[in-house]
T-cell receptor
Framework: DTEVTQTPKHLVMGMTNKKSLKCEQH?????MYWYKQKAKKPPELMFV???????INESVPSRFSPECPNSSLLNLHLHALQPEDSALYLC????????????FGPGTRLTVT | KQEVTQIPAALSVPEGENLVLNCSFT??????LQWFRQDPGKGLTSLLL?????REQTSGRLNASLDKSSGRSTLYIAASQPGDSATYLC???????????FGTGTRLLVSP
């Protein structure tokens, strides 16, 4: 199984809403990632979890709150977002040494109204 | 700071042509390089990964090469097909292992 799954596929939320994005992998990978991708741009790294601990936070605003409940699950909690946060949110997981190859999920298309 | 550039930004070819996509990076101290494909509105699919000690990798009609000292990688697609139409992204992994620095992407259109 080389699949990373993400739910929901699409999400529309108002600026006062609270919602969560979910990501799951069953490849035994111990590193998981959140990326944000705007149209016609490459993905931008937001967070990295390694062995369920937050290891990289790329200075992301606090209205985005990641959580890694266990080695297979990764959540991104959203609160008080702005319209400019509308984007495709991608989850990825990676093998360890020697390649650290990353595998991506299909993404959640988020629209903030 | 590592910067990754892909040329051309867009490419349109007729079916059956062989083509080359280019990726250049500014810091040659990389651990490996990964090529991805992305269909519109979808996630990224890993195509090939080349370790810094390797010169090339092949998978089916795809061949990726790496010249670390000159900061370049190429993705060669043989006998292109309409189904190859997508955006192709290269990404460089530094010695920190966890972070990928993505290139700007090449949008490929293969017409029947």
């Amino acid at each position: 199984d080389t699949e990373v799954t993400q739910t929901p596929k699409h999400l529309v939320m108002g600026m006062t809403n609270k919602k969560s994005l979910k990501c799951e992998q069953h490849m035994g990978h111990r590193a998981m990632y959140w990326y944000k991708q705007k149209a016609k741009k490459p993905p931008e790294l937001m967070f990295v979890y390694s062995y369920e601990k937050l290891s990289i936070n790329e200075s992301v605003p606090s209205r985005f709150s990641p959580e890694c409940p266990n080695s297979s699950l990764l959540n991104l909690h959203l609160h008080a977002l702005q319209p400019e946060d509308s984007a495709l949110y991608l989850c990825a997981s990676s093998q360890g040494a020697p390649t650290y190859e990353q595998y991506f999920g299909p993404g959640t298309r988020l629209t903030v109204t | 700071k590592q910067e990754v550039t892909q040329i051309p930004a867009a490419l349109s070819v007729p079916e059956g042509e062989n083509l080359v996509l280019n990726c250049s990076f500014t810091d040659s101290a990389i651990y490996n390089l990964q090529w991805f494909r992305q269909d519109p509105g979808k996630g990224l699919t890993s195509l090939l990964l080349i370790q810094s000690s390797q010169r090339e990798q092949t998978s089916g009609r795809l061949n990726a090469s790496l010249d670390k000292s000159s900061g370049r990688s190429t993705l060669y697609i043989a006998a292109s097909q309409p189904g190859d139409s997508a955006t192709y992204l290269c990404a460089v992994r530094g010695t920190g292992f966890q972070k990928l620095v993505f290139g700007t992407g090449t949008r490929l259109l293969v017409s029947p």
